[in-house]
């Protein structure tokens, strides 16, 4: 085990990001908001064309104020894709709100159109009007948006996009996490740029974003004295970590660019074994490649998604299972799911990889992890 691990996706700073925390530093400017905050928002804006942004201590903190402006509550109906990470419902949770999930489409892996509009019809028969939709974009790849965005616009229902793994992400020219009422990003450690842990709240509605603002520092009223009329939360991001989030903006290209040559390299070395396909990028989309995916076909294979990760950690290179569909997931075991027939995100799951997409990986390590998957599908196959 003399060789070093490789990782799937951890953090890659650019050279400036300690310049902008040393401003936080020299300015004593280490309490929350300052500087570092309004040019880190003003840097996600500039990128993304967005109106208004609010930068905050998580992307799940994001979800949960988004959830609020939208006026979820108890026993209120929010749907929400199944294959993503628990973070995209748990907000629904603490608002008392109930979880629908909805199965993805096997060509983008997010959430199935056809399988939200039929959800959508059933509460409507139901009489009931969901409150929201919480769509996930996927390993760096945008949803169906234009269908999504059709469909949820009939039912009259708001979007929250989910855009934690799809910063740069674009969709018909457009940017992912611009597409609903308000979009999401994440500056988690492993995610495409990070802040060491942060998150962004997005909208063209600027008053929504100031509304979101006002929540995210505990509803403090304008007065001397601490006046309070609405419940509060502490959730705006750190000045010292938004001096990390500005030098990360400026090498987040640089990290697409690295993400999807990876991806390619992993495509050109794997391509020819039958029984792999890799994470399609449909038609219209800009993928950023995020996590280089696979699925695994067994009947073709006989090698599990699971061994092969256990396969790659034997070998000190970290690999994962796709996300858990969350209807799959015991704390969501009561919550209702919708799908067009086949249950897609299960097969998901149950077939498919991320291999390593640390953009900091060499060109051998990248080969080795080629060769190991191929060696570990080979060997089978001839036991077998
Ligand atoms: C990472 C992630 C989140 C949560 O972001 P945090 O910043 O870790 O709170 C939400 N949704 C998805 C799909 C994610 O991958």
């Not at 999504?148 to 793994?165: G, Q, S, T, Y």
């Not at 603002?213 to 750190?238: D, I």
């Amino acid at each position: 085990m003399s060789q070093r691990r490789i990782l799937l996706s951890s953090p890659h700073m650019g050279g400036t990001e300690k310049k902008y925390v040393d401003e936080a530093f020299d300015t004593n400017w280490i309490a929350p908001l300052g500087n570092n905050v309004d040019q880190f928002e003003a840097s996600v804006k500039n990128f993304t064309g967005i109106e208004a942004a609010c930068a905050l201590s998580s992307g799940t903190s994001a979800i949960h104020l988004a959830l609020d402006l939208l006026d979820v509550g108890v026993g209120d109906i929010v749907l929400c894709s199944s294959l993503t990470f628990v973070a995209s419902a748990n907000p629904i949770l603490y608002l008392g709100g109930t979880p629908v999930f909805i199965d993805s489409e096997i060509d983008s892996w997010n959430m199935c159109p056809k399988s939200l509009e039929k959800a959508l019809k059933y509460y409507r028969m139901q009489g009931k009007q969901p409150k929201a939709v919480v769509v996930v974009n996927l390993y760096g790849q945008s949803a169906r948006m234009d269908q999504i965005v059709e469909i949820c616009n009939r039912f009259d229902v708001p979007i929250i996009e989910d855009a934690a793994e799809s910063l740069g992400a674009k969709y018909r020219g457009r940017m992912s996490g611009t597409f609903g009422k308000f979009g999401v990003y994440s500056f988690n450690g492993n995610k495409i740029i990070t802040t060491s842990g942060g998150g962004m709240l997005i909208s063209d509605d600027t008053v929504s974003i100031s509304k979101a603002l006002h929540k995210a520092t505990q509803s403090k009223e304008a007065a001397k004295h601490y006046q309070h009329e609405k419940v509060g939360y502490n959730y705006r991001l750190s000045n010292v970590c938004a001096g990390i989030g500005r030098g990360q903006m400026e090498v987040l290209e640089e990290r697409i660019e690295q993400k999807r040559r990876i991806f390619d390299k992993y495509v050109a070395g794997l391509q020819d074994v039958p029984g792999i396909s890799f994470m399609p990028e449909i038609e219209g989309s800009f993928h950023t490649r995020w996590l280089s995916t696979l699925t695994l076909d067994p009947g073709k294979l006989g090698v599990t998604a699971e061994g092969l990760v256990d396969y790659l950690a034997d070998h000190n290179i970290e690999a994962r299972p796709v996300w858990k569909p969350l209807h799959m997931q015991p704390l969501f075991k009561e919550c209702e799911y919708f799908t067009e027939g086949q249950d897609h995100s299960r097969y998901l799951f149950e077939h498919g990889i991320c291999l390593p997409s640390d953009t900091k990986m060499t060109d051998e390590e990248i080969n080795r992890v080629i060769n190991l998957v191929k060696a570990r599908i080979l060997t089978h196959k001839l036991l077998a």
